[in-house]
Nanobody
Framework: QVQLVESGGGLVQAGGSLRLSCAAS????????MGWFRQAPGKEREYVAG????????YYPDSVKGRFTISRDNAKNTVYLQMNSLKPEDTAVYYC???????????????????WGQGTQVTVSS
């Protein structure tokens, strides 16, 4: 069992930055690939970043590539999402997720993640 708790969300002006953190319980954190997803009101959940178990590989969709950076510290059981050059369209609830059901670390399918955090709100004003 893994529990995930996100933090770091808030209100920021367009062009600003935020760093999200996701702290995981348990001693098996390094056995999970990790992903960040977001969901805006009235929109489908969107995958925004993924990182392999060891942290040596990362993946981003075009919508955030070059602006968002995912990283992890397995010693601290924490995954991070650094978000720069934020845009109003980045406004959403951001969720971290831990997965172990796919052979791919960068699965965009929510069903291939076993554990989810409660989410943290990110609001970008124009």
């Amino acid at each position: 069992q893994v529990q995930l708790v996100e933090s770091g969300g808030g209100l920021v002006q367009a062009g600003g930055s935020l760093r999200l953190s996701c702290a995981a319980s348990g001693r098996t954190f390094s056995t999970y690939y990790m992903g960040w997803f977001r969901q805006a009101p009235g929109k489908e959940r969107e995958y925004v970043a993924g990182i392999s178990r060891s942290g040596d590989r990362t993946y981003y969709p075009d919508s955030v590539k070059g602006r968002f950076t995912i990283s992890r510290d397995n010693a601290k059981n924490t995954v991070y999402l650094q978000m720069n050059s934020l845009k109003p369209e980045d406004t959403a609830v951001y969720y971290c997720a831990a997965g172990d059901m796919s052979s791919r670390y960068n699965s965009i399918l929510g069903r291939e993640y076993s554990y989810w955090g409660q989410g943290t709100q990110v609001t970008v004003s124009s």
